[in-house]
């Protein structure tokens, strides 16, 4: 492997949060919770952003130990055709969902970048907000994905442990620890407008995980100041496979992490998806998450084939609907937004030019 980043190996980017998440930290987590919640007061008012997950396909080449779409699970295997993607578009928008996030595996002979790209064309025709999770991608590649009105990418490192990180990615193109770890930074470069990160939980040591994502995300920001960040938070939730997270990680630790995380990154989006539970993530809202996913399906064709009995990639944990997660946040005086973001922010880049496709 070549050598890791000065900014992962470095100690100083860790000094601001450390202290609050140690095992020994002299700060309570009530401490912590009153202070999260006056920095996201201030910083992000009382709103929560929501988007929604649209798998296009769970065709995928890697073997990730802890993923029901690994290519060695027996899994049904489909590709979302392009008519199918406007149909499951069409159902989130009756849900009401404006933001989506368009997710595949790996790259693949069924699953190419041309596909994602017509998916991505579709999505901006429909939505006013497309972000994607898929497949590493060039520069040059993630230029035309935001030509074709693509304005947020989201790709988890995982683990920042390289060791922890080939042993858990068995096989195929995710192997590569530093090829994923310079990927939102060559999304930034392309003129992408947000990326988001995070470590999925429970797979190495939390601590030394939330230390790195929070180093990660500080090098991402300070080097590219004018971009939109946002930090996940996703535990290891049950799936096909039977994968047992080898580092649980706990409500109070999570807790923790985030809003150590808010104090440290006042600005960042800090999002919480429905792996988790109804409870923990109420309790969240108004303290220092300010977006989160609802009424997801991570089956393909999970929106318009909802009564389908089919295994996702992990099992959901909230799966209320829409309007009864809304009635929760107004519940709290926090009002959900679900647009927030007009096409025409996306820039020149995006505009049709005489004579020249749009993507
Ligand atoms: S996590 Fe992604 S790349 Fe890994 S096996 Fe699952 S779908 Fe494939």
């Given at each position: 492997?070549?050598?890791?980043?000065a900014?992962?190996?470095?100690?100083?980017?860790?000094?601001?949060?450390?202290?609050?998440?140690v095992?020994?930290?002299?700060?309570?987590?009530?401490?912590?919770?009153?202070?999260?919640?006056?920095?996201?007061l201030?910083?992000?008012?009382?709103?929560?952003?929501?988007?929604?997950?649209?798998?296009l396909s769970?065709?995928?080449s890697s073997?990730?130990?802890?993923?029901?779409y690994?290519?060695?699970?027996?899994?049904?295997?489909?590709?979302l055709?392009?008519?199918?993607?406007?149909q499951?578009?069409?159902?989130?928008?009756a849900?009401?969902?404006n933001?989506v996030?368009?997710l595949?595996?790996?790259?693949?002979?069924?699953?190419?970048?041309?596909y994602?790209?017509?998916?991505?064309d579709?999505?901006?025709?429909?939505?006013p907000?497309?972000?994607?999770?898929?497949?590493?991608?060039?520069?040059?590649?993630?230029?035309?994905?935001a030509?074709?009105?693509?304005?947020?990418?989201?790709?988890?490192?995982?683990?920042?442990?390289?060791?922890q990180?080939?042993?858990?990615?068995?096989?195929?193109?995710?192997q590569?620890f530093?090829?994923r770890?310079?990927?939102?930074?060559?999304?930034?470069?392309?003129?992408?407008?947000?990326?988001?990160?995070?470590?999925?939980?429970?797979?190495?040591?939390?601590?030394?995980?939330?230390?790195?994502?929070?180093?990660?995300?500080?090098?991402?920001?300070?080097?590219?100041?004018?971009?939109?960040?946002?930090?996940?938070?996703?535990?290891i939730?049950?799936?096909?496979?039977?994968f047992q997270?080898?580092f649980?990680?706990t409500?109070?630790?999570?807790?923790?992490?985030?809003?150590?995380?808010?104090?440290?990154l006042p600005d960042?989006?800090?999002v919480?998806?429905?792996?988790e539970?109804p409870?923990?993530?109420?309790?969240?809202?108004?303290?220092?998450?300010?977006?989160?996913?609802?009424a997801?399906?991570?089956?393909?064709?999970?929106?318009?084939?909802?009564?389908?009995?089919?295994?996702?990639?992990?099992?959901?944990?909230?799966?209320?609907?829409?309007?009864k997660?809304?009635?929760?946040?107004?519940?709290?005086?926090?009002?959900?937004?679900?647009?927030?973001?007009?096409?025409v922010?996306?820039?020149?880049?995006?505009e049709?030019?005489?004579?020249?496709?749009?993507?």
């Amino acid at each position: 492997m070549n050598r890791l980043p000065a900014w992962l190996t470095g100690e100083k980017a860790y000094d601001d949060i450390a202290p609050l998440i140690v095992r020994d930290s002299s700060f309570s987590l009530e401490f912590l919770a009153a202070e999260a919640k006056a920095i996201t007061l201030r910083r992000f008012g009382r709103t929560m952003s929501l988007y929604a997950p649209l798998y296009l396909s769970n065709f995928c080449s890697s073997g990730c130990a802890y993923c029901g779409y690994a290519s060695d699970r027996t899994t049904l295997r489909r590709r979302l055709e392009l008519e199918e993607v406007k149909q499951e578009l069409g159902t989130m928008k009756a849900m009401g969902i404006n933001d989506v996030l368009l997710l595949t595996g790996e790259r693949s002979s069924s699953v190419d970048f041309d596909y994602l790209r017509r998916c991505v064309d579709i999505a901006a025709s429909m939505m006013p907000k497309v972000s994607v999770e898929a497949f590493p991608m060039s520069v040059h590649e993630y230029r035309k994905l935001a030509d074709c009105g693509c304005t947020g990418l989201t790709i988890y490192q995982e683990t920042y442990d390289p060791e922890q990180y080939y042993h858990l990615h068995r096989w195929g193109p995710k192997q590569n620890f530093l090829d994923r770890l310079e990927t939102p930074e060559r999304a930034l470069q392309a003129g992408i407008k947000t990326v988001g990160i995070g470590a999925l939980l429970g797979l190495s040591e939390p601590i030394e995980e939330a230390l790195k994502l929070f180093s990660h995300v500080r090098h991402l920001g300070q080097t590219y100041w004018k971009a939109g960040l946002s930090v996940s938070f996703p535990r290891i939730r049950p799936q096909t496979g039977g994968f047992q997270p080898a580092f649980p990680v706990t409500d109070h630790f999570l807790a923790r992490m985030i809003f150590a995380f808010r104090i440290g990154l006042p600005d960042v989006e800090l999002v919480l998806s429905t792996r988790e539970s109804p409870s923990f993530r109420d309790g969240m809202a108004g303290l220092a998450i300010t977006r989160m996913s609802v009424a997801s399906r991570t089956t393909v064709g999970g929106y318009i084939e909802s009564d389908s009995d089919e295994k996702g990639q992990f099992e959901v944990y909230d799966d209320r609907s829409a309007e009864k997660f809304c009635m929760a946040l107004q519940a709290k005086n926090i009002e959900p937004v679900f647009k927030n973001w007009e096409p025409v922010y996306n820039g020149p880049s995006t505009e049709l030019k005489p004579g020249k496709e749009k993507c």
